[in-house]
């Protein structure tokens, strides 16, 4: 881990790049990164650089991080907020997919964040009954239509009849 983390210039330098292998090749030494078996101190060390990368990262590439992390259970907290929190073509993987978010992080990002954000959260596979009622309450149609339309949950009866009541 430490020779990895020695050589994150490199990961660095491929953050700016702008080739597609590049984006290939960052996104493949992040997940092997994250995949490493870490103690608490070396888990927080690599947050740090990770959140450092993304920040340098070109647009192009924090898309591809997106993506790739949003399907990872172990990715650091740290990490997948930064992501989410960037422009929704950013966070909308991470929104839609990551099952590192808990109901207190949605539910930041609802309140902080608008109809987009809420749109993408909209759409994940699992919704509390508290996230889904907060979608609910936002009163957005897009919001609206995306809990409708999404078929891998079961609405609420407070998130239904405001959905009927929009209709």
């Known amino acids: 881990l430490l020779v990895q983390l020695y050589e994150s210039h490199k ?10 292998i590049a984006k290939v090749e960052l996104t493949s030494a992040v997940a092997q990164l994250l995949e490493v078996e870490l103690s608490s101190q070396q888990k927080e060390l690599l947050s740090d650089v ?12 924090r898309h591809a991080l997106s993506e790739r992390l949003a399907v990872m259970t172990n990715v650091p907290l740290r990490l997948i907020l930064q992501l989410a929190n960037d422009e929704i073509s950013i966070a909308s993987p ?3 997919k990551s099952p590192v978010f808990t109901d207190l992080d949605l539910i930041y990002i609802i309140k902080s964040h608008g109809p987009e954000y809420w749109q993408a ?16 309450d936002t009163g957005d149609i897009g919001t609206a239509a995306a809990l409708s339309a999404n078929d891998r949950i079961k609405l609420t009866g407070h998130a239904l009849r405001l959905l009927a009541r929009m209709a």
């Open 121 to 136: 959260i909209a759409a994940r596979e699992y919704l509390s009954p508290l996230v889904m009622d907060l979608l609910s």
């Open 11 to 20: 990961l660095y330098g491929m953050a700016k790049d702008k080739r597609p």
């Open 50 to 61: 990770l959140v450092t990368l993304v920040r340098q990262a070109e647009r192009d590439l």
């Open 94 to 96: 991470v929104l839609r």
